[in-house]
Nanobody, 126 residues
Framework: EVQLVESGGGSVQSGGSLRLSCVAS????????VAWFRQAPGKEREGVAA???????HYADSVKGRFTISRDNAKNTLYLQMNSLKSEDTAMYYCAADSAPYAGSCPLVSNYYDSWGQGTQVTVSS
């Protein structure tokens, strides 16, 4: 089982930037799809971005061109660089990892992933 710990959240004004990090431990990291999800109050959890072990990425339409997902396998760390933030990006952000290789673009469906972090809050004020 993989343990995931997020950091880097905070409060920022609209148009600003933040970089989230997620450190993984407890299992082999490089075989996984890893992803960022977010959940705003009163809304369902939604996929933001995912990356596979080879660096291929998959983004939600709402963040394309603004967010960049990356991973450093040597450091067992996943990142999410968020630029041009908007108030609608306000949410709790979670990283997630699966337990098996995946053929194709890593999914942005929450029930695919079996390991989750506790989340880090991102608040964007207009």
């Amino acid at each position: 089982e993989v343990q995931l710990v997020e950091s880097g959240g905070g409060s920022v004004q609209s148009g600003g930037s933040l970089r989230l990090s997620c450190v993984a431990s407890g299992s082999t990291y490089t075989s996984y799809c890893v992803a960022w999800f977010r959940q705003a109050p009163g809304k369902e959890r939604e996929g933001v971005a995912a990356v596979d072990a080879y660096g291929s990425t998959h983004y939600a339409d709402s963040v394309k061109g603004r967010f960049t997902i990356s991973r450093d396998n040597a450091k067992n760390t996943l990142y999410l660089q968020m630029n041009s933030l908007k108030s609608e990006d306000t949410a709790m952000y979670y990283c997630a990892a699966d337990s098996a290789p995946y053929a194709g673009s890593c999914p942005l469906v929450s029930n695919y992933y079996d390991s989750w972090g506790q989340g880090t809050q991102v608040t964007v004020s207009s």
